[in-house]
């Protein structure tokens, strides 16, 4: 699990303009843009499956964090334990957050990232690949459109989940 803050909601002063044959091969783009906020993407990943797991929240507190881990129990049987791999973000060891694990004791088990360590959270993985296919170049009019379009895409996601695996090579030990 990880938080993918600051994701910005732009949106176009002036309509894109079509591609012209022999002088711009692609649509054109006004480099000015209006700004309609930012929202944080809360998400965790299944290493089983490849399911994902995500909140679109204006901002990410425990309490927002909180909704996620609630997410996450409701879609587990009662009887497994959730072990979450995670940075030390302060929403993450927040006492509201750990008054709410106290009410669910041994339901979750997290595992900490060690620091500057949050490449070994494949969450990034998944945040990676939305910056690089539907977040990208985004235009919308809203903060709402927004969080709509990215809960649609991770929607396109779970449609033909990936279940992403570490190996030895990809550490870099032979």
Request: glycine residues 6%; charged residues 25%; aromatic residues 8%.
């Amino acid at each position: 699990m990880d938080e993918k803050p600051g994701v910005q909601a732009t949106g176009l002063t002036a309509p894109d303009l079509p591609p012209v044959p022999g002088k711009e091969p692609s649509i054109s783009r006004d480099y000015e843009y209006v700004r309609h906020g930012t929202v944080s993407i809360l998400a965790g990943i299944d290493l089983h499956t490849g399911h994902i797991f995500a909140n679109v929240e204006d901002r990410h507190r425990s309490v927002e964090f909180i909704g996620l881990l609630k997410k996450i129990d409701a879609h587990y049987p009662p009887e497994a334990l959730i072990r979450v791999v995670l940075d030390n973000h302060s929403a993450h060891i927040s006492k509201e957050t750990v008054a709410y694990l106290g009410t669910r004791p041994g339901r979750f088990e997290y595992v900490h990232t060690p620091k500057h360590g949050s490449w070994l959270n494949l969450i990034e993985c998944v945040f990676s690949k939305m910056a690089r296919t539907f977040l990208r170049h985004i235009r919308v009019q809203s903060k709402e459109e927004l969080k709509a379009r990215i809960l649609q895409g991770i929607a396109e996601i779970n449609a033909s989940p990936v279940i992403f695996r570490w190996n030895k090579f990809d550490l870099g030990i032979a």
